[in-house]
C-alpha cells in the first residue's frame, strides 16, 4: 500500500538553529500538507501546497517558516531559526486530486528544540 | 476563522460500554472525515461523510453527519481494548482545500 514517508522520525535541534524536515508524498497526490501536534493537543494545520505553490496557511505558519517542493517527489518544511516552542511532532499528509478525497498521514517528525 | 469543535476531550469506559464522541463545525462543510491516533502513532483515515443526513457504519463504529453538515458524531459500540487511542474528526469547507481538526477524544478502555 502506498504510504507517505518521513525522515528523520526524532529530530533534536538547538534553539535558533535552522531545520529542514522532509517528506515523500504519495506518487499520483497533488495535494501536500504540513500539521503539527504539540504533545497531547490537538492536530494543528500548518500549510497546504498545490501546483508548486502554497494554497493556504495557518497564523502559526509565519516568516520563520517555509516549504519547498525541490525535486518533484521531496516535500520539505524549513524552520528557519527554531524555537522553544517549535517543539512537536510534525505530520506531512498528501491528497489525490478530487475534492473529497481523504488524506494520507506520514508517520511524523518529532522535533525537540533545545 | 473555520473551527472544529470536539467533546468530550477525555473519556474513560468500561470494556463492553458504549463511546460517542460528538464534533461541531462553525462553517458547514463540503465533507467530514474521522481519524483515529494510536498513542504515539500518527493519525490514520476511518471515514469520510459528504452527504447531508449521511449515516456510515464499519462494523461496531457508526459515523453520522448532521443535516445542516455542521456536525458530526461516531459511536462506538461495545468498546474493546483495541479501541483505545484519540478521535479525531476534521472537516473542509466546500471549495476549501486544508482539513480543519477538531480537538480529539481521547478514549481509555477498561477490562
Known amino acids: 500500500e502506498p504510504e507517505v514517508t518521513q525522515t528523520p522520525s526524532h529530530q533534536v535541534t538547538q534553539m535558533g538553529q535552522e531545520v529542514i524536515l522532509r517528506c515523500v508524498p504519495i506518487?499520483?497526490?497533488?495535494?501536500f500538507y504540513w500539521y503539527r501536534q504539540i504533545l497531547g493537543q490537538k492536530v494543528e494545520f500548518l500549510v497546504s501546497?498545490?501546483?508548486?505553490?502554497?494554497?493556504?496557511k495557518s497564523e502559526i505558519f509565519d516568516d520563520q517558516f517555509s516549504v519547498e517542493r525541490p525535486d518533484g517527489s521531496n516535500f520539505t518544511l524549513k524552520i528557519r531559526s527554531t524555537k522553544l516552542e517549535d517543539s512537536a511532532m510534525y505530520f506531512c499528509?498528501?491528497?489525490?486530486?478530487?475534492?473529497?478525497?481523504?488524506?494520507?498521514f506520514g508517520q511524523g517528525t518529532r522535533l525537540t528544540v533545545v | 476563522g473555520q473551527q472544529v469543535m470536539q467533546i468530550p476531550q477525555y473519556q474513560h469506559v468500561q470494556e463492553g460500554e458504549d463511546f460517542t464522541t460528538y464534533c461541531n463545525s462553525s462553517t458547514t462543510l463540503s465533507n467530514i472525515q474521522w481519524y483515529k491516533q494510536r498513542p504515539g502513532g500518527h493519525p490514520v483515515f476511518l471515514i469520510q461523510?459528504?452527504?447531508?443526513?449521511e449515516v456510515k457504519k464499519q462494523k461496531r463504529l457508526t459515523f453520522q453527519f448532521g443535516e445542516a453538515k455542521k456536525n458530526s458524531s461516531l459511536h462506538i459500540t461495545a468498546t474493546q481494548t483495541t479501541d483505545v487511542g484519540t478521535y479525531f474528526c476534521?472537516?473542509?469547507?466546500?471549495?476549501?482545500?486544508?482539513?480543519?481538526f477538531g480537538a480529539g477524544t481521547i478514549l481509555r478502555v477498561k477490562s
Open positions: 476534521a472537516g473542509r469547507r466546500e471549495y476549501g482545500n486544508k482539513l480543519v
Open positions: 461523510l459528504v452527504k447531508s443526513g
Open positions: 499528509a498528501s491528497r489525490g486530486f478530487r475534492q473529497n478525497t481523504e488524506a494520507f
Open positions: 506518487s499520483n497526490h497533488l495535494y
Open positions: 501546497f498545490y501546483n508548486n505553490e502554497i494554497s493556504e
